[in-house]
């Protein structure tokens, strides 16, 4: 190799940046390549690694590591997938890595001469990157929580004393007391008797009052030229002012890549930068200032960032959609080489019964499991490892809430 990597104390310097180029390679293949376990996005495989138990950071020494494979060649892989198409973009992340092959080809670096470079060949500060992604076991996870709309208040009792009746009629609806009386054909007293009306029952809290036209005058008598002209510029422009709440699950720092989908059902995406966290590593509220009100919000649509849960990722909360099955199922990692060789066999087998031949000799054929396409049989082997501890991990008690509602299912559907 062109850059000698100490493969034998950091794996992934060589394993990991090996795979990340297959990656890229395949891609260019053909689309929607099975590029792992026959998915074509990488960052949607990691996750399952990413939030098990017992694993341990990338920069740990490659004799210390636990799930070599997932550890030294998917995780590395997937987080320069990643650097590159998230945080740093395409342009500077292949100068910056091409530099890196320039500068240490012939020799022996490490994984700080690694992070240097591509800091320094793209000014861009990765110190955020590389603590989270290389020397933690955190996970992406981020939740969109809130969203809270707002626009400017014109001040004018005229306007607003309607706008506040209407949000009032929406936000408290009629009580249900009232509701059964009129259905049961109730008279209220009031409309038998006239003469019981009074000041209140023409006139509700949000009528327009005397005080309150000249509270209007004193604040506009109150603002400065410059202020006035400011106020009036808000007011015209008609601005909806939209704060997103953020929070960090996870533990691991995110660009938020996000998709405004507004009434009028245009969509715009933005990608805010990972410097958003900087004062808050949990939770964040971001302001939009938008010219049209919005629908709904959703993070993350193109799955770029490795989130573990997507449930959390829009507002308002979209329901999850799935099947249920009525029985007990065993679960088998599908192996299509080893299934196409066995189909060949037993046409051999028969054609063999009926004196035929067929081209296909499968005599030194091994059954062999569809490892991933990084080459690496720690790393299937470590893969599936993860498989059996998530099976494990799910109750099989026939008592369980499940295996319940599964038998009542059964039932009502086999009368």
């Given at each position: 190799?062109?850059?000698?990597?100490?493969?034998?104390?950091?794996?992934?310097?060589?394993?990991?940046?090996?795979?990340?180029?297959?990656?890229?390679?395949?891609?260019?293949?053909?689309?929607?390549?099975?590029i792992i376990r026959n998915q074509q996005n990488p960052l949607d495989d990691i996750t399952?690694?990413?939030?098990?138990?017992?694993?341990?950071?990338?920069?740990?020494?490659?004799?210390?590591?636990?799930?070599?494979?997932?550890?030294?060649?998917?995780?590395?892989?997937?987080?320069?997938?990643?650097?590159?198409?998230?945080?740093?973009?395409?342009?500077?992340?292949?100068?910056?890595?091409?530099?890196?092959?320039?500068?240490?080809?012939?020799?022996?670096?490490?994984?700080?001469?690694?992070?240097?470079?591509?800091?320094?060949?793209?000014?861009?500060?990765?110190?955020?990157?590389?603590?989270?992604?290389?020397?933690?076991?955190?996970?992406?996870?981020i939740a969109l929580t809130d969203v809270r709309e707002y626009q400017i208040s014109t001040k004018d009792p005229e306007i607003e004393k309607d706008i506040e009746r209407q949000d009032d009629i929406a936000q408290r609806p009629e009580n249900i007391t009232q509701i059964r009386n009129r259905e049961e054909g109730r008279t209220p007293r009031l409309q038998r008797f006239e003469d019981l009306t009074d000041f209140y029952n023409e006139n509700d809290k949000f009528t327009v009052t005397p005080k309150d036209r000249s509270s209007y005058e004193s604040h506009l008598e109150g603002l400065t030229d410059r202020q006035k002209k400011a106020f009036?510029?808000?007011?015209?422009?008609?601005?909806?002012?939209?704060?997103?709440?953020?929070?960090?699950?996870?533990?691991?720092?995110?660009?938020?890549?996000?998709?405004?989908?507004?009434?009028?059902?245009?969509?715009?995406?933005?990608?805010?930068?990972?410097?958003?966290?900087?004062r808050s590593p949990k939770q964040v509220t971001k302001l939009f200032v938008l010219e049209k009100p919005l629908l709904s919000?959703?993070?993350?649509?193109?799955?770029?960032?490795?989130?573990?849960?997507?449930?959390?990722?829009?507002?308002?909360?979209?329901?999850?959609?799935?099947r249920l099955e009525l029985y007990k199922s065993n679960y088998k990692a599908k192996n299509m080489m080893a299934e196409m060789i066995e189909k060949a066999r037993d046409e051999k087998s028969e054609n063999e019964d009926n004196g035929k031949s067929v081209p296909l000799d499968a005599k030194n054929i091994e059954d062999k499991p569809a490892a991933e396409n990084d080459n690496s049989s720690n790393e299937a082997q470590d893969e599936k490892a993860v498989e059996k501890s998530d099976r494990d991990a799910k109750p099989e008690n026939d008592n369980s809430f499940y295996s319940k509602a599964l038998r009542k299912l059964i039932d009502k559907y086999d009368q």
């Amino acid at each position: 190799m062109v850059v000698n990597s100490d493969e034998r104390e950091w794996t992934w310097m060589d394993e990991g940046i090996n795979t990340f180029l297959e990656y890229m390679a395949e891609y260019e293949w053909e689309e929607n390549f099975p590029i792992i376990r026959n998915q074509q996005n990488p960052l949607d495989d990691i996750t399952r690694y990413m939030t098990s138990s017992n694993q341990v950071p990338i920069m740990t020494q490659s004799d210390q590591i636990l799930q070599f494979g997932p550890n030294a060649y998917s995780k590395p892989a997937a987080a320069l997938i990643v650097l590159r198409e998230t945080v740093m973009g395409r342009e500077q992340f292949d100068y910056a890595f091409r530099e890196y092959s320039t500068r240490w080809k012939f020799k022996r670096p490490t994984p700080a001469d690694f992070f240097r470079t591509m800091e320094d060949a793209s000014a861009v500060d990765l110190d955020w990157f590389w603590q989270g992604w290389f020397f933690s076991t955190d996970h992406v996870d981020i939740a969109l929580t809130d969203v809270r709309e707002y626009q400017i208040s014109t001040k004018d009792p005229e306007i607003e004393k309607d706008i506040e009746r209407q949000d009032d009629i929406a936000q408290r609806p009629e009580n249900i007391t009232q509701i059964r009386n009129r259905e049961e054909g109730r008279t209220p007293r009031l409309q038998r008797f006239e003469d019981l009306t009074d000041f209140y029952n023409e006139n509700d809290k949000f009528t327009v009052t005397p005080k309150d036209r000249s509270s209007y005058e004193s604040h506009l008598e109150g603002l400065t030229d410059r202020q006035k002209k400011a106020f009036e510029r808000a007011l015209e422009a008609g601005h909806y002012l939209y704060f997103v709440d953020f929070e960090n699950i996870g533990g691991l720092i995110s660009p938020l890549p996000i998709t405004l989908n507004f009434e009028d059902g245009e969509t715009q995406e933005i990608m805010l930068p990972a410097e958003l966290w900087r004062r808050s590593p949990k939770q964040v509220t971001k302001l939009f200032v938008l010219e049209k009100p919005l629908l709904s919000i959703d993070l993350d649509v193109h799955h770029q960032t490795a989130d573990a849960e997507f449930a959390n990722n829009s507002f308002p909360q979209k329901m999850s959609k799935s099947r249920l099955e009525l029985y007990k199922s065993n679960y088998k990692a599908k192996n299509m080489m080893a299934e196409m060789i066995e189909k060949a066999r037993d046409e051999k087998s028969e054609n063999e019964d009926n004196g035929k031949s067929v081209p296909l000799d499968a005599k030194n054929i091994e059954d062999k499991p569809a490892a991933e396409n990084d080459n690496s049989s720690n790393e299937a082997q470590d893969e599936k490892a993860v498989e059996k501890s998530d099976r494990d991990a799910k109750p099989e008690n026939d008592n369980s809430f499940y295996s319940k509602a599964l038998r009542k299912l059964i039932d009502k559907y086999d009368q």
